[in-house]
């Protein structure tokens, strides 16, 4: 091996070791109570990798995303309000056991959202679906039940970078539906720490579920989850 490719191969590995490094201690210190990062395991590192390895195919690519989008809308359900709920088991004894509260709706911010639709589905088989499409900071479709203000939303978008399109999604959801940010869950897979940061100073009350945070966010999901990459 050349000098040159010593050198390249330290670099690389220099970057790789700062990312991971910086990525650890966003997760400690960074955000508030309110951002719920997921703990790393080697399980969501290597599906992190699986859907950044620019050889993988579509077919495997979005198997490996809706497993990601899973454990995450999983890990999202977890920050929705429960109540207790006593069942009769099959053997005639109690069991003190807790359910959520009904009346939780899905927005997608289209049309990255809908990639992960399935995956929230596949947890809540009978929740509804609203949708709003959103192009260079402006909305150009919106369908919401009228009820919207009176649920709890999981608002689904995978992949933050400035953060430009879950802030306009945000801003129509509390100024045109008087939808209180309290209520609502963000649920995203990867973010940039700006981007966060940015959607986290001017919403503050905005509980937020991510798989991971690093500078370089993978922009390509949405193309090739759909194809048209």
């Known amino acids: ?26 997760s400690d210190n960074q955000f508030p109570e309110n951002v719920h990062i997921m703990k790393i395991n080697n399980q969501l590192r290597e599906l992190h990798t699986l859907l950044r390895d620019r ?12 497993r990601l989008i899973r454990l995450t809308v999983e890990a999202a359900l977890d920050q ?22 009904k009346g939780t709706l899905c927005i997608s911010l289209m049309r990255s959202g809908e990639a992960m639709e ?21 909305v150009i479709y919106a369908k919401l039940p009228s009820d919207v203000n009176r ?6 978008y995978p992949v933050i970078t400035t953060g430009s399109t879950v802030l306009t999604g945000l ?17 995203t897979l990867f973010s940039t720490p700006d981007g966060l940061k940015h959607i986290c100073e001017l919403y503050p009350d905005l509980t937020i579920v991510i798989s991971e945070i690093n500078t370089i966010a993978p922009n390509h999901f949405g193309q090739k989850y759909f194809g048209t990459d």
């Open 1 to 26: 091996m050349t000098t040159v490719e010593n050198n390249i191969n330290h670099l690389a590995d220099n970057l790789s070791t700062e990312e991971n490094g910086m990525n650890d201690e966003i």
């Open 55 to 66: 050889t993988t195919c579509r077919n495997d690519f979005k198997f490996y995303a809706d």
């Open 80 to 101: 929705l309000p429960y109540v207790p709920y006593d069942v009769i088991t099959p053997t005639g004894n109690c069991f003190q056991g807790l359910r959520h509260e």
């Open 118 to 138: 399935k995956g929230i589905r596949e947890c809540c088989r009978s929740i509804r679906i609203g949708k709003i499409l959103i192009n260079e900071g402006h």
């Open 151 to 156: 649920r709890r939303l999981l608002v689904a």
């Open 171 to 187: 801003e129509v959801l509390i100024k045109e539906y008087q939808c209180k940010q309290s209520n609502m869950i963000l649920i």
